[in-house]
């Protein structure tokens, strides 16, 4: 070992000692590994306050599945951070239980539009059916593309059960019954979209993707979210 006088102390005490620089490096990656790990048990623990988070049905996993495969995730975020402006604009922040049963989680890493984490219930869904086909009849001067193909292609019941098949390998509690059971399930919400998109002069059939997408759009952030609110009050948020 040299000691530099003229070098800086980071050279003399750490640079020159491989020994001692590699064990100072183990603490200094440990401190970030146990900053990001410590936060992941204190809330499981408060998993409680979210009582009713369940699984997405058959119609809105569809939805989801609609949303990964259009990259939406590339322009909008699911993740509420918690800061006072976030929370203002969009609801509640986002809880990790609130993620369980998404595989993958769709938090993105960009805003080129609005986070949707707390979007459930925001429009009517005759808003959203108008929005998806042309975001600038519903919102003036929105960059966001129209999605015009998803009022043509049509949603596969077969399809949606394979998805809920392999949510289930992955821990998702459906049951075989609910996986046999999809299409009635599919039928049943989709036929409340209609009506509602029906309400307003337009005509929907119910097997466009678009109304899968609906179903899921208006699932976002709706879980637990009377709990999250009050708690929100309680601290000030
Ligand atoms: C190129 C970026 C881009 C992509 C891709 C995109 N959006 Fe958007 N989105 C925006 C912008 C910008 C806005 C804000 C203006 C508006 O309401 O249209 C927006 C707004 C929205 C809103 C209204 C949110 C609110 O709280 O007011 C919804 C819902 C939405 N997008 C859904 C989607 C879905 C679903 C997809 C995928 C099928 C998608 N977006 C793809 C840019 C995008």
Redesign the pocket.
């Known amino acids: 070992m040299t000691t530099d006088t003229k070098a800086s102390w980071h050279r003399n005490l750490f640079e020159h000692r491989s020994a001692l620089f590699a064990v100072a490096m183990t603490v200094a990656i440990s401190i970030g590994g146990i900053v990001e790990i410590v936060p992941m048990y204190t809330l499981a623990a408060k998993a409680d306050t979210l009582a009713g988070v369940t699984p997405y049905t058959p119609l809105e996993l569809a939805g989801r599945d ?2 990964v495969s ?7 975020s699911q993740m509420v951070r918690p800061f006072r402006d976030e929370t203002l604009r ?1 609801g509640a922040w986002s809880r990790a239980d609130e993620y369980q049963f998404d595989r993958p989680f769709q938090l993105g890493s960009r805003r ?5 984490h ?2 459930g219930g ?2 009517p869904d005759a808003w ?1 059916w108008e ?2 086909r042309d ?2 009849s ?2 003036p ?5 129209p ?1 015009p193909w ?1 009022y043509e292609k049509t949603y596969d019941v077969e399809d949606i059960q394979a998805s809920m098949k392999a949510m289930q390998t992955l821990g998702v509690p459906y049951s075989d019954q609910d996986i046999a059971s999809a299409g009635e399930n599919i039928q049943a919400q989709a036929a409340a979209i209609v009506a509602n998109v029906g309400a307003t002069g337009a005509t929907a059939k119910g097997d466009e993707q678009v109304v899968a ?1 609906i179903a ?2 208006q699932r976002l952030g709706v879980d637990g979210r009377a709990a999250l609110e009050a708690e929100a009050k309680a601290g000030g948020q």
């Open positions: 609609i949303y259009e990259g939406c995730y590339n322009c909008h969009y080129i539009g609005p986070d949707v707390r979007l925001k429009y959203h929005h998806m975001p600038r519903t919102s001067g929105s960059i966001m593309p999605y998803l997408l899921y759009m």
